[in-house]
């Protein structure tokens, strides 16, 4: 336990550290943001303007407990308990904002979260995160743990408790073209890692193999590696333009010099060098002596890569494709600059007008995607490597 | 029987095995002993084709290697070797039945063959059948890697210095296990180590190797009278080789008629036991009991101290 002195009166480090940071931006920065409309710049309101005195007294009350346990209780439950009180605090406090500052039947108008409910869900974030590791929750569980947030989130989106927040307004705008480019989203990032996966897996085993093949390869994916999205997909962009103007059947493929096909390619680029590296890490870790044992027993070689080598190398593989996972899920926003969709589309048409809530609504599910993914991926490795040691 | 002819392994200029020729006979056990680079490894590994040969052949029970693709050839001869090599991810079962599996075996077969494998390495099969290799101590591990290699009933055994991570104690029983197991099956055993007292325990016949050439083939009491060369007098050691020829033979062998008198020792222990017996407690004569407990003749001080000197 971290603390700064021990005995009965111990204060909890990450506690004082969170407590300080949520107080200090509760003090100097507002809660809710007031816009006439959703481009002019907003101007701050004070809770104490919008709601009855003891309403926000005991909103401020709520967090001050919330503080005294982050600093002082040692029981992780007890910790995890008073963060996930606190952030449905949060959430009610910032819903209930937007529903009085919103005159009945009012569209124009804008109510955003300010800088201080970010910093406080950040910190209850935090203090939620460290909780469940002290909790040192197995695979199972912590899938639990996701899964249920996702229903909550999803039940207090679908309650519209939060509707009268500009977020949700963008939303209310552009639900149609939200689900189309979710799943947009989900094409580029997941059919680039499958790609990447069924080539970079054999190059990785032939690397393994021979292995004077290994500086090249690796050398030549690292320099892919280095070359910036934006760069990547413009370079790529002229030649697939070429092709398609020159083979029209190509273009029957839905393959152009803009769109998707380029994105594709970018970003199953960026993903070769983390599976293909994995995978010679992988291979060269299975123990020699259980290889050796196996071609002296009479196992072929094809036998020895998928019964022996490829069961014991594939925690380190599947790591691979959990880092080019969540990489290509950030990475395919910027695939919305070469018209290949996703939720770019709304983060850069948002910067276009700076509209920040348009920025947010692509933003916000790019974050929840990708860690979404982080935690079943971490979770799938963790399971594997209980059952292949 | 196994038939090593002018058996020659080359990398690029360097002779790692020179024109090696050895017979060894069926049932037996041959250790090849030497220091490390001598070639001992290449030599064992080439007759299972882990490594081909540069020239010469290796003839098992009358077929030349080479007519068989090396994987089904490797599946007929046990191996095993130092560091046990299980796989990590499979039972002790799952692990004992690889080859079984690999030829086919059905599963009653494969199931009974690897139950009485563990009960004669003396793992109980209801306890440790299920576990994983890393569940298991050093030398139990060590165990059942050579009930593996003896899981198809070869007719052949290649062991590569099988029992060289193991510490003193489990080592001397592990060795003596495996010299019952061996009567038992009489399966024919080729055993590389670097460990001359290990060659001595074991071998039926022992191969010493220096610089890819075998120097003497010879049965180790050979080895310590007449030794051919220098090397091997420097490996045996010249201090204690009136004491290592004494642990070459058992008290069964050298008792002598007579009337039982003094203490009993097993017909199985060895001379130089049995000597160290004699002075410890100041005695001059034993009586040689079989396994059933009854006399079989006697062993002097005299008798005994004759069996230290070469003939």
């Known amino acids: 336990m971290r603390t700064i002195w021990g005995g009965r009166h111990a204060i909890d480090r990450l506690g004082a550290l969170l407590s300080l940071v949520g107080l200090a931006a509760l003090i100097t920065l507002p809660f809710v943001v007031f816009k006439a409309n959703r481009i002019v710049p907003g101007s701050p309101r004070s809770l104490f303007l919008l709601f009855p005195l003891w309403e926000v007294l005991a909103f401020y009350g709520v967090l001050a407990l919330v503080a005294a346990t982050a600093l002082r209780s040692v029981s992780a439950r ?274 276009n007008q700076t509209a920040i809530d348009l920025v947010l609504l692509g933003a916000l599910p790019i974050v929840a995607l990708g860690f979404s993914c982080a935690v079943l991926l971490d979770a799938l490795v963790e399971t594997i490597n209980r059952t292949v040691r | 029987m196994i038939e090593i002819e002018n058996l020659t392994k080359q990398y690029g200029s360097a002779t790692v095995v020179d024109r090696v020729s050895i017979s060894v006979p069926r049932g037996s056990i041959t250790v090849i002993v030497g220091t490390s680079g001598s070639g001992k490894s290449t030599l064992l590994r080439m007759i299972n084709r882990l490594v081909e040969p540069t020239s010469g052949r290796v003839v098992i029970n009358g077929i030349d290697t080479t007519t068989e693709p090396p994987h089904l050839l490797r599946r007929g001869i046990g191996y095993a070797i130092q560091g046990h090599g299980l796989f990590p991810h499979r039972t002790v079962a799952e692990n004992i039945a690889t080859v079984p599996r690999l030829l086919g075996w059905n599963g009653a077969r494969i199931q009974g063959r690897v139950r009485e494998l563990l009960n004669i390495f003396q793992l109980d099969p209801g306890a440790y059948a299920a576990k994983f290799p890393h569940q298991l101590s050093g030398g139990q591990q060590q165990r059942v890697g050579v009930a593996r290699a003896f899981a198809a009933e ?6 590569d210095e099988p029992f060289g991570a193991l510490d003193p104690i489990i080592r001397a029983k592990a060795q003596d296990d495996l010299r019952d197991i061996q009567r038992r099956f009489g399966t024919t055993i080729v055993l590389v180590t670097h460990d001359i007292d290990e060659a001595f325990r074991l071998g039926d016949r022992v191969a010493v190797m220096s610089q890819g050439r075998v120097l003497q083939y010879d049965r180790p009491a050979a080895l310590l009278i007449c030794p051919s060369d220098p090397f091997i007098s420097r490996l045996t050691g010249t201090g204690d080789r009136a004491m290592k020829l004494l642990s070459l033979t058992t008290a069964g062998e050298a008792a002598e008629a007579g009337p039982a008198e003094g203490a009993t020792v097993p017909a199985s222990a060895t001379l130089r036991d049995v000597l160290s017996d004699l002075l410890w407690s100041g005695a001059a004569v034993v009586t040689v009991i079989d396994a059933a407990g009854t006399p079989c003749g006697r062993l002097t001080l005299a008798g005994i101290l004759a069996h230290g000197r070469p003939r």
């Open chain 1, 78 to 351: 007890v910790r995890l308990a008073a963060a996930l009180i606190g952030i449905a605090a949060v959430t009610l406090a910032i819903g209930a904002a937007g529903d009085v500052l919103t005159p009945l039947g009012n569209k124009v108008v804008r109510v955003s979260p300010g800088a201080s409910f970010w910093v406080l869900l950040i910190c209850l974030g935090l203090l939620a995160t460290d909780a469940i590791t002290r909790l040192r929750p197995g695979p199972a569980v912590r899938v639990l743990f996701l899964v249920l947030f996702a229903a909550v989130v999803g039940a207090v989106l679908a309650s519209g408790l939060l509707d009268h927040l500009s977020v949700m307004r963008e939303y209310d705008v552009n639900a149609s073209r939200f689900a189309e480019e979710a799943r947009q989203h989900v094409f580029l990032a997941l059919g680039s890692v499958s790609a990447a996966v069924l080539i970079a897996v054999p190059l990785g085993i032939l690397c393994h193999r021979v292995p004077r093949l290994r500086a090249g390869t690796l050398g030549a994916l690292n320099l892919i590696q280095t070359i910036p999205s934006i760069a990547l997909f413009g370079i790529l962009m002229a030649p697939l333009g070429a092709l398609a103007a020159a083979a029209p059947f190509v273009t029957d493929m839905g393959i152009r010099g803009i769109g998707a096909a380029p994105a594709v390619l970018a970003l199953f680029l960026y993903s070769l060098l983390p599976v293909v590296a994995n995978t010679i890490v992988g291979l060269g870790r299975v123990s020699p002596a259980a290889v050796d044992a196996a071609r002296g027993m009479g196992l072929t070689n094809w036998q020895i890569l998928t019964d022996i080598e490829l069961i014991l190398a594939f925690p380190v593989i599947l790591t691979g494709i959990r880092i080019v996972l969540v990489q290509n899920i950030g990475l395919a926003t910027v695939a919305a600059l070469i018209g290949a969709g996703g939720f770019g589309v709304f983060v850069f048409q948002g910067i």
């Open chain 2, 154 to 159: 070869p007719a052949v055994l290649l062991m």
